[in-house]
């Protein structure tokens, strides 16, 4: 099995950055396409980004394009979400997410197979 542990989280005033990691134990990640979902109280899970294993393809939901970068160092075992222009309704829990390598983006939460416990960005006004 792969575990994913979230770090980088935190407070952050509006218009500020944040970089989150995601490390990798028990397995590489080695074959497997990553991807940030984020869910703030009372609200369901929503997509973020993804970047696929097998092609130099990444993806992002509409709300977070030209602000958020989603990047993987392989040898690291560890990929990041680099967030900025942070704006208050990005507070959520980010959580990261691996699934089995496709040649297509998954979007979807429940085609990920294993999970962070995920890291609180709070983003004041």
């Known amino acids: 099995q792969v575990q994913l542990v979230e770090s980088g989280g935190g407070l952050v005033q509006a218009g500020g950055s944040l970089r989150l990691s995601c490390a990798a134990s028990g397995r590489t990640f080695s074959g497997y396409d990553m991807a940030w979902f984020r869910q703030a109280p009372g609200q369901e899970r929503e997509f973020v980004a993804a970047?696929?294993?097998?092609?130099?393809?990444?993806d992002y939901a509409d709300s977070v394009k030209g602000r958020f970068t989603i990047s993987r160092d392989n040898d690291k075992n560890t990929v990041y979400l680099q967030m900025n222009s942070l704006k208050p309704e990005d507070t959520a829990v980010y959580y990261c997410a691996a699934k089995s390598a496709a040649y297509h983006i998954s979007t979807y939460y429940s085609a990920y197979d294993y999970w962070g416990q995920g890291t609180q960005v709070t983003v004041s006004s």
């Open positions: 970047i696929l294993w097998s092609v130099l393809r990444t």
